[in-house]
């Protein structure tokens, strides 16, 4: 049985939720697929990010995917590319490249989830903060670690929950829709993953 890691973000500033934590949390209790998913909350703090996230990828696993909350986002976002920069300006990695960008077949992904009726989109900046520092440290670990490991970020839109209880009445987009989302994501690319080791 092939081991996926997917990561999520606790709560933050003024969102007492985290759209991300509560997809996976519901893709949780109802998947039942031939994949065994292992599942992290990250803090929302660069060290103790880059932390566990060191620490997590120890376990080799072939695909990771990071999931975090895009406030006013319409549609799902697949991330295709994380930046060295931080959000003061600073590098995260001082002696890194640049960017890295996901080998993965990401556009694939979207058009697949847009047939399943899920407003999804390729996206090509993941921000300055701790969903574009997730995928870039990612990447980064593992190229010194001398791992194959294969990572994707996926910013998803908040939740109604979340939505119902702000007072700018950001777009949303269910949990139950996020959760399955991330389930045709990581369905897809656990099969090229395997192809491509075959």
């Known amino acids: 049985m092939t081991r996926i890691l997917i990561t999520a973000f606790e709560p933050y500033e003024r969102w007492p939720e985290n ?10 209790r109802w998947y039942d697929g031939d994949l065994e998913l292992v599942t992290r909350r990250y803090p929302v703090d660069l060290s103790r990010l880059s932390e566990s996230l060191s620490k997590d ?16 986002s319409t549609h799902i976002q697949l991330e295709a590319i994380g930046l060295n920069v931080f959000r003061d300006g600073s590098k995260l990695i001082d002696d890194g490249p640049e960017a890295y960008r996901s080998n993965l077949p990401i556009d694939a ?11 999804c989109r390729s996206s090509y900046h993941a921000g300055t903060y701790l969903c574009n520092a997730a995928l870039y440290l990612n990447h980064h670990y593992t190229r010194i670690f001398g791992m194959q490991t294969e990572s994707i970020f996926i910013h998803l839109p908040l939740s109604p929950t979340q939505v119902v209880k ?32 075959t």
């Open 166 to 197: 702000d007072e700018t009445h950001p777009a949303s987009m269910s949990t139950p829709m996020a959760s399955a989302a991330v389930a045709i994501v990581m369905q897809s690319l656990a099969v090229a993953s395997d192809k491509k080791s």
């Open 57 to 72: 990828l120890q376990g080799d696993f072939p695909l990771v995917i990071h999931l975090g909350q895009a406030p006013g």
């Open 109 to 119: 992904c979207a058009s697949k989830l847009r047939e399943a009726g899920i407003p």
């Open 19 to 28: 759209s991300s934590w509560l997809a996976l949390c519901d893709l949780t």
